[in-house]
């Protein structure tokens, strides 16, 4: 039998209560956890600052909007008591990490380090281009059995995106991965992964046993894992828990992992082994609920999140939703028996 992983208690968290917005906190020698506000359910982004010569490398930037600058103004007044930032590491192209990108880099004249997947990704969403394209991503969510008014609601985050960024610099410096990067003295190993993102990076201090985990591993929530349109028979399910293994394999227990929501964690193979256990718990969901029926991807959406939801919450509980569906696929798990209305779903 598996091994229950939610069954263990989580160790007591290293850090028990979070910087507020203005204030820093410091988690190892050089090393600034700051806090930012959001407009969403989920209600903060966590933001880290890495000492680096006469100022700060800052990892992530939160979202792009007025409060979010009026604290980084306070912040630079205060507490780092007029030291620049020196550099930006976004972790991935969400604009709650790297909302405000544009502005911090055009401010202090300082260069952008991405992944080359995350950075053209944030540039092309950036763009508005893929808000055009609406008519097309609406028929994709219609033919998997999404309302009409619900198909809207998915295909107008394009917009969402435009209004919620600053924009990114015309050039950045890749984030390989395996590749040692160097900041303030320190060396950090990148870890890449997909599912989340496309392809987010990560940042691990081998000799300080730190690590900056971005949305990969969150320490309460599990990361949102969505198909999406523009490649509708992807898996990004499959890519996340890889990349689960792939850290578990390569970060030691008990490392300070230092997430992009919620608490900083010590138990990170526990809470490895807990997400995995997670999604395969969603994966039995669904193919229970069509073991006696043909179901759309939309029918299967309630099943898998019982929870009440507005339009909204639902297009990325659909989104996630398609992520489970197209993994048992790929499994042969699950089979598409072809409607002529779209995709429908029973068990193998």
């Known amino acids: 039998m598996p091994k229950d992983h939610r069954a263990q208690p989580a160790p007591a968290h290293p850090f028990p209560e979070a910087p507020k917005p203005g204030e820093v906190l410091e988690v190892a020698p050089g090393l600034l956890w700051l806090r930012f506000k959001l407009p969403f359910a989920l209600n903060h982004v966590n933001v880290y600052l890495i000492e680096d010569g006469a100022g700060w490398a800052a990892v992530d930037t939160g979202i792009g909007d ?11 007044a205060g507490p780092l008591k007029g ?3 020196t550099r930006l590491i976004l972790t991935h192209h969400h604009p709650d990490h790297m909302g405000s990108a544009g502005w911090l880099s055009e401010k202090f004249g300082i260069p952008v380090h991405m992944t080359e ?4 990704m944030g540039r092309y969403l950036g763009t508005g281009h893929d808000a055009v394209h609406g008519d097309a991503h609406r028929i994709f969510y219609q033919n998997h059995g999404m309302t009409e008014s619900g ?3 998915v295909t107008g985050r394009g917009h969402m995106y435009l209004e919620m960024i600053t924009g990114l610099p015309s050039s950045f410096h890749a984030l390989e991965p395996r590749e040692p990067f160097e900041i303030g003295g320190r060396t950090f190993q990148v870890h890449t992964g997909g599912g989340h993102s496309w392809n987010q990076a990560m940042l691990h201090c081998e000799d300080e046993t730190f690590f900056i985990a971005a949305d990969q591993v969150l320490g ?3 990361p949102n894992i969505s198909v999406h349109s523009v490649q ?3 898996d990004p399910l499959g890519r996340y828990l890889d990349s689960l293994a792939s850290l578990r394999a390569a970060i030691p227990d008990g490392t300070l992992t230092l997430p992009g929501h919620d608490l900083p964690i010590t138990h990170l193979h526990q809470r490895i082994g807990e997400l995995i256990a997670h999604h395969d718990e969603r994966c039995d969901i669904v193919l229970n609920a069509c073991r006696d029926k043909v179901l759309s991807c939309a029918e299967i959406t309630p099943i898998l999140f019982t929870r009440q939801m507005d339009e909204h919450m639902f297009s990325f509980a659909f989104s996630e939703t398609l992520a489970h569906v197209n993994r048992l696929l790929r499994e042969g798990r699950l089979v598409d028996v072809g409607e002529p209305d779209g995709p429908r779903f029973r068990s193998a």
């Open 220 to 222: 309460r929530i599990t």
């Open 66 to 76: 007025d409060l979010t600058r009026e604290v980084w103004e306070s912040l630079f």
């Open 151 to 153: 198909a809207a609601a």
């Open 232 to 234: 509708p028979d992807g």
């Open 83 to 85: 030291r620049p930032l």
């Open 117 to 120: 997947t995350e950075y053209f």
